[in-house]
T-cell receptor, first 114, second 114 residues
């Protein structure tokens, strides 16, 4: 069975600083994908970044990077130079298995302080 | 490109009433997901369709929830009868289905059961 765990219910970061949001996962699949989504207070789900299980390089998208440690089954999101607009809930998700089921973690609420 | 469309945006019903939600995925997306998101929690997968077939409904409370995806395009999710604990946002998402493709989400339907 697949499982995603996000252990930080809430995080604070100072504007312009970097922050790391933790995500660990569990799966018996060899091939899987890891995703991060942002959900502002408006409720929309915004895709941020993707990492494939066979990708050797860590994924980066602008100020977002994914610290992928396959042996530790972790896929932490790093946001550099935090902005006030980054305040939102962040979800780690995994797709895998024969059916490509997409499951989500519990989320981390990030608040950026001015 | 049009996004995932959902309706209605908001719905208030009394317990024991029935309600239906509609979702129109992005054109060409074979995979369609319905999620239940309770306030402050991560999205919980209720059902996943591949074209018009169900590939996972293990967390769908089948005694009261039903879903269909006729002709592999639009989908409806129904609750009958509703309970107070069904109050949540119901999110529809679609994707091409491969492991490395992100899912796109609709705006969601906020259901309040009173």
């Amino acid at each position: 069975a697949q499982k995603i765990t996000q252990t930080q219910p809430g995080m604070f970061v100072q504007e312009k600083e970097a922050v790391t949001l933790d995500c660990t996962y569990d799966t018996s699949d060899q091939s899987y994908g890891l995703f991060w989504y942002k959900q502002p207070s408006s409720g929309e789900m915004i895709f941020l970044i993707y990492q494939g299980s066979y990708d050797e390089q860590n994924a980066t998208e602008g100020r977002y990077s994914l610290n992928f440690q396959k042996a530790r089954k972790s896929a932490n999101l790093v946001i550099s130079a935090s902005q006030l607009g980054d305040s939102a809930m962040y979800f780690c998700a995994m797709r895998g298995g024969r059916d490509s089921k997409l499951i989500f973690g519990q989320g981390t609420t990030l608040q950026v302080k001015p | 490109e049009a996004g995932v469309a959902q309706s209605p945006r908001y719905k208030i019903i009394e317990k024991r009433q029935s309600v239906a939600f509609w979702c129109n995925p992005i054109s060409g997306h074979a995979t369609l997901y319905w999620y239940q998101q309770i306030l402050g929690q991560g999205p919980k997968l209720l059902i996943q369709f591949q074209n018009n077939g169900v590939v996972d409904d293990s967390q769908l409370p089948k005694d009261r929830f039903s879903a269909e995806r006729l002709k592999g395009v639009d989908s409806t999710l129904k609750i009958q009868p509703a309970k107070l604990e069904d109050s949540a946002v119901y999110l529809c998402a679609s994707s091409f289905g491969q492991l490395n493709t992100e899912a796109f989400f609709g705006q969601g339907t906020r259901l309040t059961v009173v």
